[in-house]
Each structure stands twice: as structure tokens, then as C-alpha cells.
């Protein structure tokens, strides 16, 4: 616990009009589970008819409109105290069970109201901006996530025109001052606030970007000298922004993936986050690039042949590109630091996040879906790690592998799990056994390569 939380209550309060049914929280409750291994019948969450506890949304009304969010309670370097951090993406719509939107969710509570978003066509495009509707919502201060939608074959370099416009208006922003400071008609006050904001600038330190702009415009609202009123027009850019690029697999590893490498290969400070389901979920589940060797998919009826493309490690050889690989449900602490060095990196960044999805035809559902991610890591079919140029410029080994060596026995047991694999050896076994080899022979060669990266 927390000094903090000493004079506070807990508690959960079920959205009833907006919970959808997936079943994932009471599956990975961590008091249903401990009651499941006492033999206790007696358990925190429960589903239940949707039509009995809609008289419950009046709680849930309450807690949105009367409490606050609690953000200084717990480290913001942990699982709980980002947990606490308020999302500025909440009821997205997307499928029940999702595996897509809980990584949105959670970049939308790690930088929030400093989001300028490019996303591509697809899924997310979907569930974000399906008009009149949005899931992304505004704060007490009236800021929230800045999105826009682009084409499939063409957000990247959207993105990278977010980035172009944005560091042209910080560039305008510290002329202004910059020759504010060298001025002796400019006020002291105005030149304080004008090297604290320079300083905060510097640093890429936003919060204190943000603790500052109030008295420097206030300073420069008062002030008698002319030139510095230019900087009016950039009041609403003050705090420097956080572009991420977002899209799927068909839109980064297919028909956009030009694009994508061409931001990559600069040095833009831009991210992109890969919401990778291995198939191209919202037209209905036709293979991609990055769909696996022997998985039944649209356009792949008789197994697909070729190998998953390797995005990660395309991207690492450039050598002056974050890359990181991460599953929520196998280790989310991982996952939120993955985030937070993409965001921080002063380059290009590329984040490939292992997406659970109806397409997949994961059996029992997607309520299975948080222990699918751990079993896709713990068998060798997902590699989770992080690649950051910063240590290699250190003279430090750039790659940390953030899980355990594959345990290659559960792989086929893993592949099993899910209809677009299990399907083939019953339609036609000889022909399936080879492509499943095949795809167990190209997750080996996929971690044995990224082991050999680090050395």
C-alpha cells in the first residue's frame, strides 16, 4: 500500500450500459483467481444478466461525475500507479474481448492530452472514429488526444508531416524567445520565464513545459515589447507534442510499409505503433505479410506458405531506430516501459504490439485472449524485447530480451489453441505437418536472430 491511500476507499464500479460481455475481467481477476486456488467459492467478480444490473449504472455515473483521479498515489513506474493514471480513450467500441484496444488505452493514460495521432486506415480507424461517435474524451483543462485518420497506403508519411509542422512551430517558438532573451527592452519576469521554458525544453521534460507556459504568457501578455507578441500564435503549442503513427499489420508489414520505412530511415522523432493481429482484421480476415507459415486465412484457404515477415528486425538494422516487441498479457510492466523509452527517444521508434483477435479464432473466445499472449510468449511463437540505439551509443548491449528462452514443447501444443492453425491438419495432415514445421522452423530462426543482434 501507500502512505497516500491511508484515508481513501477502493473500489470497482461496473459501466453496465457500456461493458460489452467479453468476460476478460472476471477471467483475470487476481482475487477470483487466488479464491479459484483456495477452493473458495466466494468470488470478486461475477458475470451476470445485463439487463438485471443496469440499475448499477447510476454508481458508475457517480464516481465519473464526483471523483477525481487519484495519479499520486502509487509510482507511475508500476503496473498499479499507471493503472491509476486517468485514459483518455474509454468506451471504444471495438469487438468484445479486443486485443487492440487495451495498448490504445494504455498509451492514451501515458501521454494523453500531449497525443497527436496519425491512424491508419483499419480497425482502430474504426473504433476511434466512427462519426458521431469517439472514444477519446477531453480533461478538466479541455485537452485531450488530437487524432486523424489517413489512408492505408499513406499514414505514415502522415505522421511524419504531424512531426515536419510540429518541430517547425517549436522552431518558430524558441526564435521568438530566443531573441526575446536578447533584447534589453524585454522585462526580466518575461526573460525568467523564457529561459525556464527554454531549459524545460531542452530537457524533452513536458510536465515542466506545461508548469511554466501559465506564467509565461502571462508575462508576455503584459509585456510593452511588440516582437514578442508573435508568440501568441503559438500559445496552443507550447507544451512540444507526442506524434505516434498507428496502425495494423496490412497497413505496416503490407500495403503501407513504403511509407513506413521511409519515416523509419530518417531521424524524425515519430512513433509507430503496429497493432499486429497477423491478418487484416477489418476487412475480414485476408493473410498479411505478417501472417504466420500454416495458418488458414482469406486468400490462404489451403495454409499459408511463406514466412512472417521480420518488421523487427528490418527496422533494427538501421541502427538509430528504437524497436521493441510487447504483450500486454504476458508482461505489462515491460510493455509500459517499451512505451515510455519509444516516447522519450529523440528518433524514430517502432513499437509491435501482439494483438489477440476474432480472426484468430482463438478457441473459447477472446475471454481467452490475455492467456493466449502469455502462451504465444512462453512457447517462442512472440518474442518480446526492447532495442534502443541509446545504450548502444553508450557502449552497452542495445537489445534487453524481455522474456524467458522459449520453451519449444508447448509450441504445437500453442498453435493448437487456435482454429486458423488446427483446422489444416484435419482437412489435409501430411501437408500440415510440413507447414507447421515450417513456422516452429521460423520462430527458431526469428529468436535466434535477435539474440544475435545483441551481441
Not at 486517468?86 to 487492440?100: I, L, Q
Not at 480476415?285 to 489451403?302: C, E, R
Request: aromatic share 10%; charged share 25%; proline share 3%.
Amino acid at each position: 500500500g501507500s502512505p497516500k491511500a491511508a484515508n481513501l476507499k477502493y473500489r470497482i464500479t461496473i459501466a453496465t450500459e457500456n461493458c460489452v460481455g467479453c468476460g476478460l475481467c472476471v477471467s483475470e481477476c487476481m482475487a477470483n483467481q487466488t479464491a479459484k486456488k483456495l477452493g473458495n467459492d466466494h468470488m470478486a467478480l461475477l458475470m451476470k444478466d445485463a439487463k438485471a444490473e443496469f440499475g448499477e449504472q447510476i454508481a458508475a455515473d457517480y464516481c465519473y461525475y464526483n471523483v477525481s483521479s487519484k495519479t499520486d498515489i502509487f509510482p507511475l513506474t508500476t503496473v498499479k500507479g499507471v493503472g491509476f493514471l486517468r485514459p483518455y480513450m474509454e468506451v471504444s467500441g471495438a469487438c468484445a474481448g479486443c486485443g487492440e484496444a487495451p495498448y490504445y488505452r494504455l498509451l492514451s493514460q501515458l501521454f494523453g492530452h500531449d497525443l497527436l495521432i496519425a491512424n491508419a486506415t483499419g480497425c482502430s480507424s474504426i473504433y476511434c472514429g466512427s462519426t458521431p461517435l469517439t472514444p477519446f474524451i477531453k480533461d478538466k483543462n479541455g485537452e485531450g488526444v488530437a487524432w486523424a485518420n489517413s489512408l492505408f497506403e499513406d499514414n505514415a508519411e502522415y505522421g511524419f508531416g504531424m512531426r515536419i509542422a510540429t518541430d517547425y512551430k517549436m522552431s518558430q517558438i524558441t526564435r521568438i524567445l530566443s531573441a526575446a532573451l536578447a533584447d534589453e527592452t524585454v522585462e526580466d519576469a518575461l526573460k525568467d520565464a523564457a529561459n525556464k521554458y527554454l531549459a524545460a525544453l531542452a530537457n524533452k521534460d513536458r510536465e515542466a513545459e506545461r508548469a511554466i507556459v501559465p506564467t509565461l504568457e502571462k508575462e508576455v501578455d503584459a509585456s510593452k515589447n511588440e516582437d514578442v507578441k508573435e508568440l501568441k500564435n503559438y500559445y496552443r503549442d507550447l507544451v512540444e507534442k507526442s506524434v505516434w503513427i498507428i496502425g495494423g499489420d496490412g497497413w505496416s508489414y503490407d500495403i503501407g510499409y513504403g511509407g513506413l520505412d521511409h519515416v523509419l530511415a530518417n531521424e524524425a522523432d515519430v512513433n509507430v505503433l503496429v497493432l499486429d493481429t497477423e491478418v487484416y482484421s477489418n476487412t475480414g480476415g485476408q493473410a498479411s505479410k505478417s501472417s504466420q507459415t500454416g495458418s488458414i486465412n482469406k486468400f490462404t484457404a489451403s495454409g499459408k506458405k511463406e514466412a512472417k515477415k521480420n518488421l523487427a528486425l528490418m527496422a533494427m538494422s538501421y541502427g538509430h531506430v528504437y524497436v521493441a516487441q510487447i504483450a500486454l498479457g504476458a508482461n505489462p510492466m515491460k510493455a509500459i516501459q517499451a512505451l515510455k523509452d519509444a516516447e522519450s527517444y529523440n528518433g524514430p521508434s517502432l513499437v509491435i504490439c501482439y494483438c489477440p483477435c476474432l480472426e484468430q479464432h482463438i478457441k473459447g473466445g477472446l475471454v481467452n485472449s490475455i492467456q493466449e499472449e502469455k502462451k504465444a510468449v512462453e512457447c517462442g511463437y512472440f518474442t518480446c524485447f526492447r532495442y534502443d540505439p541509446r545504450l548502444v551509443a553508450e557502449g552497452k548491449a542495445g537489445l534487453t530480451i524481455d522474456c524467458k528462452e522459449p520453451d519449444w514443447s508447448k509450441f504445437r501444443d500453442f498453435l493448437m489453441l487456435e482454429t486458423r492453425f488446427s483446422q489444416l491438419p484435419v482437412i489435409n495432415p501430411e501437408h500440415s505437418e510440413e507447414l507447421l514445421t515450417k513456422c516452429e522452423k521460423y520462430a527458431k530462426d526469428r529468436w535466434e536472430a535477435i539474440k544475435k543482434f545483441g551481441l
